[in-house]
């Protein structure tokens, strides 16, 4: 779903990096919960995706950084305990191909994938899910549809899908 860039956190030349993506893990008409409103998880990383000004294009040059959903998810599994009812315990217990790293990506993780989203195949619902946390009340809900735009929505409401991804 996405492949690191010169741009990235933690890109090498000498060696490939990205994401891989899942398929839509919630069934098409149906959504998740992010977690429990009024917790705050420390969840918060990985929604900056901008990096440095480029004077010549005369906008910010957008990096990725891998890897950030993975603690967030470790956060939120923390506080919100064990169980596949919420976004990030969904992700988690995912175990496609056989593997068993899954996690709920981070915003700038999704914003990245969803710069690729032609290449992923099915596209089920309008919003997923990211990692990241806004505060007690909200998490960040990335734009996979038409219409919308991101923004940070109620944790106990219903009103995203999950797509789990691992780093190779």
Do not use: C, M
């Given at each position: 779903?996405?492949?690191?860039?010169?741009?990235?956190?933690?890109?090498?030349?000498?060696?490939?990096?990205?994401?891989?993506?899942?398929?839509?893990?919630?069934?098409?008409?149906?959504?998740?919960?992010?977690?429990?409103?009024?917790v705050v998880t420390?969840?918060?990383?990985?929604?900056?995706?901008?990096?440095?000004?480029?004077?010549?294009?005369?906008?910010?040059?957008?990096?990725?950084?891998?890897?950030?959903?993975?603690?967030?998810?470790?956060?939120?599994?923390?506080s919100e305990g064990?169980?596949?009812?919420?976004?990030?315990?969904?992700?988690?217990?995912?175990?496609?191909?056989?593997?068993?790293?899954?996690?709920?990506?981070?915003?700038?993780?999704?914003?990245?994938?969803?710069?690729?989203?032609?290449?992923?195949?099915?596209?089920?619902?309008?919003?997923?899910?990211?990692?990241?946390?806004?505060?007690?009340?909200a998490a960040w809900?990335?734009?996979?549809?038409?219409?919308?735009?991101?923004?940070?929505?109620?944790?106990?409401?219903?009103?995203?899908?999950?797509?789990?991804?691992?780093?190779?």
């Open positions: 779903a996405y492949i690191l860039n010169a741009n990235d956190i933690g890109y090498d030349p000498n060696q490939q990096h990205g994401l891989i993506i899942s398929g839509d893990l919630t069934a098409s008409n149906t959504d998740i919960i992010w977690g429990v409103k009024n420390g969840a918060n990383a990985g929604l900056d995706v901008l990096g440095a000004w480029d004077p010549v294009n005369t906008s910010y040059i957008e990096y990725l950084q891998l890897g950030v959903g993975i603690n967030n998810t470790n956060l939120i599994i923390a064990s169980g596949s009812s919420y976004a990030a315990g969904l992700a988690r217990s995912y175990n496609g191909g056989g593997y068993t790293n899954w996690y709920l990506p981070s915003y700038s993780e999704l914003n990245g994938i969803r710069r690729n989203k032609s290449y992923i195949g099915t596209i089920n619902r309008t919003f997923y899910w990211s990692s990241t946390e806004s505060d007690d009340l809900r990335v734009v996979f549809g038409n219409t919308g735009w991101d923004d940070a929505y109620d944790k106990n409401f219903p009103n995203a899908g999950v797509r789990a991804v691992r780093v190779f």
